[in-house]
């Protein structure tokens, strides 16, 4: 049996058989950091398997977690914006009232 439903059908865990199953990939995790948010905690990992290097932000919220994965080939560019996206934050006036 395996660990968990997926609302789309497939489940996830270590049960290999049927159809759609893939072994597990091998991951070195090269670093590792995180950080806490407000309620949000952001785990970002670099990591490498036989495929190349990726960068994987996860976010967990209450237990809830999404994840996105970046090939390594494109943190240039995720960097180029997201630092775009701190000067545009700090330059516009805030529209939420003051604390």
Do not use: C
């Not at 785990?43 to 976010?59: A, C, W």
């Not at 237990?63 to 700090?90: C, H, N, Q, W, Y």
């Not at 006036?93 to 003051?98: L, Q, T």
Request: aromatic content about 8%.
């Amino acid at each position: 049996m395996s660990e968990y439903q997926s609302p789309y059908g497939f489940s996830g865990g270590s049960a290999f058989g049927g159809m759609g199953h893939k072994p597990p990939v091998v991951e070195e995790t090269l670093k590792t950091d995180k950080i806490q948010i407000e309620r949000k905690t952001f785990v970002i990992s670099l990591k490498e398997n036989p495929r190349g290097r990726f960068l994987r932000i996860t976010e967990d919220v209450g237990g809830r977690r999404d994840t996105i994965i970046l090939p390594a080939t494109g943190l240039g560019d995720f960097k180029r914006v997201i630092d775009e996206m701190v000067r545009a934050s700090d330059d516009a006036p805030s529209k939420s009232p003051a604390a």
